[in-house]
């Protein structure tokens, strides 16, 4: 298994900044991707930012511009710099690794963290 610890959440208002943290769990498994994906109420989880292991990026066309995928290898910590929030931010942000262990590739997720956006 691979764990993903998410923080950083909060109120913000409008025009703000956050910071979100995904602390990932040493394993054997192999990480490919790493992203981040969020979910407002009644809607589908969408792809936010991924970043794979050969330090490619993409974003949703949504928050080009405004949000930047990094990491930590050291720390075995991604991080997601939001900024210029707007009220459309507003969802539970989760952290999801996709890995690989013997030719197989597995998919884990995090708990969440709320992000709430005030206009």
């Known amino acids: 298994q691979v764990q993903l610890v998410e923080s950083g959440g909060g109120l913000v208002q409008a025009g703000g900044s956050l910071r979100l943290t995904c602390v990932v769990s040493r394993s054997i498994f192999s990480i490919n991707a790493m992203g981040w994906y969020r979910q407002a109420p009644g809607k589908q989880r969408e792809l936010v930012a991924t970043?794979?292991?050969?330090?490619?990026?993409n974003y949703a066309d949504s928050v080009k511009g405004r949000f930047s995928i990094s990491r930590d290898s050291a720390e075995n910590t991604v991080y997601l710099q939001m900024n210029s929030l707007n009220a459309e931010d507003t969802a539970v942000y989760y952290c999801r690794s996709d890995a690989e262990r013997l030719s197989r590739r597995y998919v884990f997720w995090g708990q969440g963290t709320q992000v709430t956006v005030s206009s």
């Open positions: 970043l794979t292991s050969g330090g490619i990026t």
